[in-house]
């Protein structure tokens, strides 16, 4: 199964620039350093965008939790990459009980 509406996911800016590629961000920080590993930057922060849109779009849910606002689905999968090496990646996307797109929770490596 995949996630329900993967191909209108939503990947905010934000959600990139001031998390998973910041290098202040507290929690973010580390994530940033895992993914400028295999080439990607914040200024061109729509390259990742772009590559997590793909991994929730091409890749089997492989984990669902319930909770009273909505639905969690987990994607883990080969990410592709700017520099060809494809890691696993965890990505969590969210579906609000009355919201129509998923969005993007958070991403990092699964080792």
Not at 5 to 24: F, P, R
Not at 32 to 53: C, I, N, P, R
Request: one cysteine or more; charged letters at 25%.
């Amino acid at each position: 199964m995949r996630v329900p509406n993967c191909e209108n996911a939503e990947v905010s800016k934000s959600k990139i620039t001031d998390y998973l590629l910041s290098d202040t961000h507290a929690e973010g920080k580390h994530k940033a350093a895992f993914f400028k590993t295999y080439g990607f930057s914040a200024a061109a922060w729509q390259d990742l965008v772009s590559a997590l849109k793909q991994h929730v779009a091409e890749n089997e849910v492989t984990r669902i939790e319930t909770t009273l606002f909505g639905t969690r689905y987990v994607v883990e999968a080969p990410l592709r990459t700017p520099d060809g090496r494809n890691p696993v990646v965890r990505s969590v996307w969210f579906l609000d009980n009355d919201g129509t797109m998923p969005r993007l929770v958070t991403a990092y490596p699964t080792r």
